[in-house]
């Protein structure tokens, strides 16, 4: 057996960072994309990096390019990075900010899936990073829940075109990140009901939301692929 490999985008803070850690914790090669490499990550051997701003589709694909030229074979796949912005009414949400979080949430991820069915890169297990907000529709979430919505149903697509690869979109909790105290935290939870359950709801720390669904990768492909999965209800 040769050394695990795994790839993640979004590994600036919060949930990605934490990804990067615990897997090269556990041996693994990391493969990441993302606009910032962490200091402490920056003289690991073990981590190969590829500066890329997935707000910028085209540029994605040739840093997929730069970042796997040569890999035949991923073990796993984490599609991580997301972005929030501030919780306001959809009626309030100008569609550029919309299209923003479509772009990264959503059509970022699809460029990185036909990177790895056109360049034929044997990916077992995909998971994309979706969230309770593409469900539950509460008041605030504007283009986030819609984002996140339609990367479960991305998700669940490609799962009927890559017939060898076990793809999941996977709601991790609630987990105290830089973006969830920025943009709800901080957020008035009278007018936004759901800021005030968040607040008063347990959350983890981006490390033990990593170790928890790292854990969970193996049950993870018990359930159909294209699923859309939230870890509180495995």
């Avoid at 599609?79 to 919780?87: D, I, Q, S, V, Y």
């Amino acid at each position: 057996m040769g050394v695990k490999s795994v790839f993640i985008t979004g590994i600036g803070s919060g949930l990605g960072k934490a990804f990067a850690q615990r897997f090269l914790e556990k041996g693994y090669k990391v493969y990441a994309l993302s606009r910032h490499l962490p200091d402490c990550l920056k003289n690991n051997s073990e981590i190969k990096f590829q500066f890329c701003d997935l707000q910028a589709l085209e540029t994605i694909y040739p840093a997929a390019e730069r970042l796997l030229e040569g890999i035949e074979n991923l073990d796993v796949a984490i599609l991580n990075a997301g972005f929030l912005t501030e919780l306001k009414d959809i009626h309030d949400t100008p569609i550029y900010e919309m299209n923003l979080m479509m772009d990264i949430n959503v059509w970022a991820n699809k460029v990185i899936l036909d990177y790895l069915i056109d360049k034929k890169i044997k990916t077992p297990q995909i998971v994309a990073i979706s969230s309770g907000a593409s469900v539950n529709g509460n008041r605030g979430w504007h283009g986030y829940s819609i984002s996140k919505a339609a990367l479960n149903m991305l998700i669940k697509l490609y799962s009927r075109e890559m017939e060898d690869t076990h793809l999941i979109a996977l709601a991790p909790g609630l987990i105290l990140t830089p973006m969830l105290e920025k943009f709800v935290l901080s957020a008035d939870e009278e007018k936004f009901p759901s800021v005030k359950r968040i607040k008063n709801a347990p959350k983890m720390t981006p490390e033990e939301a990593a170790e928890k669904i790292i854990n969970l990768l193996p049950k993870l492909k018990k359930f159909e692929s294209g699923s859309y999965l939230d870890v509180r209800k495995i």
